[in-house]
């Protein structure tokens, strides 16, 4: 039996989807493949010269990205700035679909260097400020392109935009403990206008593709954009067990030790178990079906996450230390209003849990270091448990009609006009700070520090005889976030 598969990007343009409709309802039962054989071949051929012009005419216009009007004009007031070049961040949600763009944000300017830096584009600066812009994303938000705003040829912008793009992917896909999935769109966007004419040029790039070309893609202004945008959120309680090298003068040792165990702990947090609701939906199910259109969504998610099914044998290592991080944490996610797929909440839901866990041990990794190099000298003999108190998570609402918010991370000895500051300077937010929301999780004082001396020990993996199952009841982990905060425990060992 013949069978034919349909490209999932070929069936959002319209004229596809309805020429395979009137052929499926005449000559297709539901209950089976598509059977070439049962078709007069006047219509088989007309089928496939179809889908070939279609997969023709999708390599040739590229993607399309639908932008937040409030998008439109932050550009056009950075246009009218005398700085040449702007070059900045694009924000937003890509889907095998639709693309969206929520937000534009302009890099920083150096201040040492404002002078030296006309009529240049400092990479390294503009990848690092991605690098913490991307921090501050919650799940389902992402940079999903750059752009620049210059009078220079349109050639050599594009050129410059080309390699700040792959430059900005590189680097935050480097801080990614999780694998790609199938469905991951590669495709990123770059745009160019000049200011003084006002004319756009939108390109896109697969950034997975070193020789990639640029594509034309078209750009939209939609109002109200995110207005319908669903929310899953979950809390979780987390308790791991991070070993560390002998050597941790040396910062590459401790990152790449920490890497290795989140990377562990986020491949439970993938193969989890997602209740969406209490319930276990099917991946291919919509997510927002039977709602009402145009109205925001609420859902609220548990982690069922098991440990290893496969028996390890016993292993026996050598540490210098080990790093326990304990507590609670919120993370959620925002979903496009394009008839999201459960599949696609539960893999934003868990790549937000892993990332967010991550960047609050990446921010106290210079800080843990700090404190061992200033122990050195009288301390160094001395085996030490040290007690460090993890930021929270602060969460400030966009200034657009929608659920959508950015997040930053407070630490215990700062205060709100801190977190303000660094959402203005790296997001050019202007927030005040009665506008963040503070009650999703809970700090934690920290008076002192206790020193123990402890014996030398090694760390001894068992190995594991039955699935655990640690369910995370949503009425649990909220009684945890008013009493606990997330903690990271240092032992020298």
């Known amino acids: 039996m013949l069978t034919i598969s ?118 390294e600066w503009v990848t690092e400020h991605a690098r913490q812009v991307s921090r501050m994303l919650p799940g389902g938000l992402s940079v999903v392109g750059v752009f620049i705003i210059t009078d220079a040829d349109a050639k050599d912008a594009l050129t410059t935009l080309r390699q700040l793009l792959f430059a900005v992917e590189n680097l935050i896909s480097s801080e990614h403990l999780w694998d790609p999935a199938d469905d991951d769109v590669t495709d990123c966007v770059t745009l160019h206008i000049n200011p003084k004419t006002r004319k756009t040029v939108c390109r896109t790039f697969d950034i997975k593709d070193p020789k990639s070309v640029a594509k034309p893609a078209d750009w939209k202004y939609q109002s109200g954009l995110c207005s319908s945008w669903a929310t899953v959120s979950c809390s979780l309680n987390v308790d791991m067990l991070l070993p560390l090298p002998n050597n941790r003068t040396s910062t590459g040792n401790m990152e790449e030790c920490l890497k290795e165990g989140l990377k562990a702990w986020a491949h439970q947090i993938e193969s989890g178990l997602c209740l ?47 790093v326990s991080v304990t507590g609670a944490i919120h993370s959620r996610a925002y979903l496009h209003s394009n008839k999201p797929k459960a599949r696609l909440a539960e893999k934003l839901l868990k790549r937000d849990v892993v990332s967010t866990v991550a960047t609050r041990v990446q921010m106290m990794l210079e800080e843990l270091l700090a404190s061992d190099q200033e122990s050195k000298g009288s301390c160094r003999d ?70 123990t001396p402890e014996p030398t020990q090694e760390k001894v993996e068992a190995p594991e005889h039955k699935k655990n199952y640690i369910g995370v009841a949503m009425a649990t982990a909220v009684a945890l976030l008013a009493t606990a905060a997330s903690m990271l425990y240092l032992n020298d060992i």
């Open 382 to 451: 001395k085996q030490q448990k040290e007690l460090f108190c993890l930021p929270h998570r602060i969460f400030c609402p966009l200034k657009v009609s929608g659920p959508l918010c950015v997040c930053d991370y407070q630490f215990s000895d700062e205060g709100l006009s801190e977190v303000t500051e660094r959402l203005k300077e790296m997001l050019d937010i202007d927030a005040a700070e009665e506008d963040l929301d503070t009650r999703q999780e809970m700090t934690f004082e920290i008076t002192g520090c206790d020193i």
């Open 276 to 322: 969406i609701d209490g319930k276990r939906l099917p991946e291919d199910s919509e997510l927002t079906v039977g709602q009402r259109r145009n109205v925001r969504q609420t859902y609220t998610a548990q982690l069922l996450i098991t440990t290893e099914n496969k028996r390890l044998t016993d292993v026996i290592e050598q540490c210098g230390g080990s």
């Open 6 to 123: 349909i490209p999932s990007h070929l069936l959002r343009h319209r004229r596809a989807t309805e020429i395979c409709q009137c052929i499926f309802i005449f000559f297709w039962s539901a209950d089976e493949p598509l059977d070439l054989s049962k078709l007069p071949a006047f219509l088989v051929e007309v089928l496939a010269t179809v889908l070939l012009l279609l997969n023709i005419f999708h390599e040739i216009m590229g993607r399309g990205y639908i932008v937040q009007d409030d998008v439109e004009g932050y550009l056009s007031k950075l246009c009218e700035q005398k700085a040449d070049p702007v070059t900045g961040l694009l924000i937003g949600q890509s889907s095998t679909q639709r693309d969206f763009v929520v937000m534009a944000i302009r890099t920083p300017q150096k201040e040492e260097s404002a002078a030296a830096a006309r009529n240049s584009v400092d990479k």
